[in-house]
């Protein structure tokens, strides 16, 4: 006599069946012990049992006859996909027609079977089980990703908040610090230059004073880049101002267009436009091998527009997506914060950086409090 079949392997399905015939169900339970599927089947017969069932016991999948008393099986599939759960949710029919059969799936309905190919009740049922199990992996994926990427967009929102109050604070001590012993040796030079005759004294004292200017303006092009208080005069003049320093430092020809004057645009837009072009500036210089930049800046129809373009000799597909592109990264990260988007394009002909936020809600009550705060006075430090 041989040994029964093992199921140990196979997993125990409790299935809730909605039919209103008797000889029907017991059908569908010996087609499931023909098929020696591990299984537990309820029957129910009307909407309220059901509802009642599902709310208070756990089942792996619904079948249901779709001509029932009263109402279908799509009214009870459209009861079901109402509750707060996720149940495959099978039409067993001894006649439905192909028209019916297409909305139900449309609709949203695991699979359908009719009576008459109970053979394949199990398959059914185990693909449908399997199907289900898939969309709740890939919805629990989908919602850990979601999760992943909002703790990295505030990592990255608080690491540039940190970095921005850093800068702040290492362009505080060098003026305060710094800048006030530079300038108190300027003024005891100045003092031992009055006071001495001797020419070799003068020769080493206008040495002297040539490289404390040097240090001086070096100090007041570290604090700009650090915090850029010409941004108190509003963005065209930061744009203006960073272009010619950019243009004195590296002789390539910059063009700013402008389409005003001056453009209104709140303080925590502003830094992440002049940090954009600061960016795009620096990348120039050290890959684009181009001879000339243009920075247009535009508020037409309430968005802000800056692009900074060079004729360089551009950058590849795979340069742009390398994983240590920090700078655009950091730059993607900023536009996103205030509502805004950053694309860049390159070709052989050059590389085009173009920053884009709407002006009417991209304002961050959050940034704002920091457009506040008291500017840095970087003019002489005397």
Do not use: C
């Amino acid at each position: 006599m041989s040994a029964p079949p093992d199921n140990t392997d196979k997993r125990f399905v409790r299935i809730l069946h909605l039919e209103d015939s008797r000889v029907d169900h017991a059908l569908v339970k010996f087609a499931l012990q023909r098929s020696q599927l591990a299984s537990e089947v309820t029957l129910v017969d009307t909407l309220d049992d059901l509802r009642r069932e599902l709310e208070t016991a756990h089942y792996d999948i619904v079948l249901a006859d779709y001509h029932l008393p009263g109402f279908t099986g799509m009214d009870a599939w459209d009861m079901v996909r109402e509750m707060p759960m996720e149940i495959p949710f099978v039409i067993l029919s001894g006649a439905i027609g192909e028209t019916a059969a297409v909305d139900a799936m449309h609709r949203g309905v695991s699979d359908y079977l009719l009576k008459d190919s109970m053979h394949r009740l199990s398959h059914v049922i185990e693909r449908a089980i399997e199907i289900s199990e898939t969309r709740r992996a890939k919805a629990a994926a989908d919602a850990e990703l979601a999760e992943s990427r909002r703790r990295l967009a505030e990592l990255a929102e608080h690491l540039q908040i940190s970095i921005e109050q850093e800068r702040a604070d290492i362009a505080r001590e060098i003026h305060d610090d710094i800048g006030g012993a530079l300038a108190a040796v300027k003024l005891d030079l100045a003092w031992v230059g009055r006071h001495a005759q001797q020419d070799d004294i003068q020769r080493h004292l206008g040495s002297a004073m040539e490289m404390l200017q040097h240090a001086l303006g070096a100090s007041q092009r570290i604090m700009m880049n650090l915090r850029p208080p010409i941004l108190d005069q509003g963005l065209v003049a930061a744009v203006l101002w960073l272009a010619a320093s950019f243009e004195r430092r590296t002789g390539l020809r910059v063009v700013v267009r402008r389409s005003s004057e001056q453009l209104d645009v709140p303080r925590e837009i502003q830094l992440v436009a002049y940090r954009t072009a600061q960016e795009a500036l620096t990348n120039v210089s050290k890959h684009a091998n181009a001879s000339a930049v243009d920075i247009d800046l535009s508020d037409r129809e309430g968005v802000l527009t800056l692009e900074v373009s060079d004729n360089g000799q551009g950058l590849d597909a795979q340069a742009l997506r390398k994983a240590k592109s920090f700078g655009l990264l950091g730059l993607r990260e900023r536009a996103a914060k205030v509502g805004g988007w950053l694309d860049v394009s390159s070709s052989p002909r050059g590389t085009s950086v173009i920053l884009s936020v709407p002006l009417t809600s991209s304002s961050n009550p959050d940034n704002a409090a920091h457009a506040d705060e008291e500017p840095h006075d970087q003019g002489d430090f005397v």
